[in-house]
Nanobody, 121 residues
Framework: QVQLVESGGGLVQPGGSLRLSCAVS????????MAWYRQTPGKQRELVAT???????NYMDSVKDRFIITTDAAKNTLYLQMNSVKPDDTAVYYC???????????????WGQGTQVTVSS
């Protein structure tokens, strides 16, 4: 069983910063990719940033140069540093991991429960 627990969300003023964390635990054999998604009411969940096995990093255009995705392998934790936040960044942010729990099996998607980020003055 793989568990993802997000933390760090909350209320932040426009122009401020916030750091989200995602602690990953469970019987993981390998991780193919780790990512942050976000979702607002009535809209589809959208990919914010991703780290693919091998180190490739990608961001959605609207957060480039403002958000930074990193991992701490020793702590099995994924982070999203959010800088210069805007009201449009308001959403529930979800941590996502694509991982194998056993050799010879297909990787699966795992999700955290989500953490609310509200950008408002």
């Amino acid at each position: 069983q793989v568990q993802l627990v997000e933390s760090g969300g909350g209320l932040v003023q426009p122009g401020g910063s916030l750091r989200l964390s995602c602690a990953v635990s469970g019987s993981i054999r390998s991780i193919e990719a780790m990512a942050w998604y976000r979702q607002t009411p009535g809209k589809q969940r959208e990919l914010v940033a991703t780290i693919i096995s091998g180190g490739s990093i990608n961001y959605m255009d609207s957060v480039k140069d403002r958000f930074i995705i990193t991992t701490d392998a020793a702590k099995n934790t994924l982070y999203l540093q959010m800088n210069s936040v805007k009201p449009d960044d308001t959403a529930v942010y979800y941590c996502n991991v694509i991982a194998r729990t056993d050799w010879g099996t297909l990787p699966k998607n795992y999700w955290g429960q989500g953490t609310q980020v509200t950008v408002s003055s």
